[in-house]
T-cell receptor, first 112, second 112 residues
């Protein structure tokens, strides 16, 4: 049973554009929301994470927006570059829990 | 500091054969995880080990067994491989009190 729904499944954006990837969750006990980035042939790696005490978090060109009432969060990539082409996974868990629940993944392609 | 290592990188099995996927981490992490990644399904947790000496089922444990050999090593065994187990398998680890999971490079398994 998938508890975190991620969309779109794939996304193509021109260099400099702002891709947006969305995730929705159902479990109100979730209070930790990370995004992982995976390059072809590699394992996922933590990109950025947010907790629900803030509505937005920025790290460089990457921003998470969080809407607690809608139970949704999204990843925005400013000034996207071809090197950002990767698969992105959202995830969620209660803080301190042992297990993460991952979304289905989004394959992002940034065209030069 | 190698991080999380996995062996083998790639394996082809025939239906009914058995094999063990190996995972080791040198970061003194407490928790270790096995995931499988399939297109459109994201990362699904097979088994995890919160600490040395304990193991628990994840979302998709059927057809798999695990052993937490010591604090460093966590193996995944397929007793009788099936084509449905064709996937990319990732091992991950994390330290107690920190949410970030660190992933290995993956094992690509093909079951014919």
């Amino acid at each position: 049973q998938q508890q975190v729904k991620q969309s779109p499944q794939s996304l193509i954006v021109q260099k400099g554009g702002i891709p947006i990837i969305n995730c929705a969750y159902e479990n109100t006990a979730f209070d930790y929301f990370p995004w992982y980035q995976q390059f072809p042939g590699k394992g996922p790696a933590l990109l950025i994470a947010i907790r629900p005490d803030v509505s937005e978090k920025k790290e460089g060109r990457f921003t998470i927006s969080f809407n607690k009432s809608a139970k949704q969060f999204s990843l925005h990539i400013m000034d996207s570059q071809p090197g950002d082409s990767a698969t992105y996974f959202c995830a969620a868990s209660p803080w301190g829990a042992q297990k993460l629940v991952f979304g289905q993944g989004t394959r992002l392609t940034i065209n030069p | 500091n190698a991080g999380v290592t996995q062996t083998p990188k790639f394996q082809v099995l025939k239906t009914g054969q058995s094999m063990t996927l190996q995972c080791a981490q040198d970061m003194n992490h407490n928790s270790m995880y096995w995931y499988r990644q399939d297109p459109g399904m994201g990362l699904r947790l097979i088994y995890y080990s919160a600490s040395e000496g304990t193991t628990d089922k994840g979302e998709v444990p059927n057809g798999y067994n695990v052993s937490r050999l010591n604090k460093r090593e966590f193996s995944l065994r397929l007793e009788s491989a099936a084509p449905s187990q064709t996937s990319v398998y990732f091992c991950a680890s994390k330290v107690a009190g920190v949410e970030t999971q660190y992933f290995g490079p993956g094992t690509r398994l093909l079951v014919l």
